[in-house]
Every structure is written in C-alpha cells, then in structure tokens.
Nanobody, 121 residues
Framework: QVQLVESGGGLVQPGGSLRLSCAAS????????MGWYRQPPGKQRELVAA???????NYADSVKGRFTISRGNAKNTVYLQMNSLKPEDTAVYYC???????????????WGQGTQVTVSS
C-alpha cells in the first residue's frame, strides 16, 4: 500500500509563514506529479500548486509569488513554503500524488489525510 503523510499545519497570523511537508511511502515504482490542494470551509477542494518529476511547477493565481512548491532529494517528498499568508488561505491542505505502484501498469491518485492551516490574528 501507499501512504502520504503530511505535517506542518497550524495557526499563524496574517503575513506569517508556514511550511508544509508530505512524504510518500510504500510500494512505489515512480511518482509522476506531487501537489497540494486545499479546501476552505464550505467550499470545494482546489489546486494550490503541483510539481512534476521533471521539476515543472504550476500554481493557483491566488498564491503565485507567495507560495513555493519543491520536492526533496529523495523525490518522494514535497514541500509547500507559504509566505505572506492571508486569512483567505485558511483551509485544510491535502497532499496529492499521481504515482505508479510496483507491479501496476498505470498511475493512480493518492491523497494525504489533510492538515489544517488557519490564518488569523
């Protein structure tokens, strides 16, 4: 089986910073894309940022210039550095991985359990 484990959420004041981490483990052959999604209270889940195995990145317009996604040296970890946080960034943040398990012939989508980020004074 595959697991995605997130960490780094919490309460921060407006203008502050947080760094989220996500580590994928299990019987993984290859990770194609890793990313972060968020779900604000009462709203649908939305893409925040994603990064491919080749290092190409994609950001939601609302976080461009403030958030940075990166992958660890082991390539099974992904980070989200969040700066200049705003109250509207408050949400549950989910790690996502599009990956292929050992012995499986196609990519599958996996999700972490979510971590709460609250931006409030």
């Amino acid at each position: 089986q595959v697991q995605l484990v997130e960490s780094g959420g919490g309460l921060v004041q407006p203008g502050g910073s947080l760094r989220l981490s996500c580590a994928a483990s299990g019987s993984i052959f290859r990770i194609k894309t890793m990313g972060w999604y968020r779900q604000p209270p009462g709203k649908q889940r939305e893409l925040v940022a994603a990064i491919t195995s080749g290092g190409n990145t994609n950001y939601a317009d609302s976080v461009k210039g403030r958030f940075t996604i990166s992958r660890g040296n082991a390539k099974n970890t992904v980070y989200l550095q969040m700066n200049s946080l705003k109250p509207e960034d408050t949400a549950v943040y989910y790690c996502n991985a599009d990956l292929r398990r050992v012995g499986v012939g196609a990519e599958e989508d996996y999700w972490g359990q979510g971590t709460q980020v609250t931006v409030s004074s």
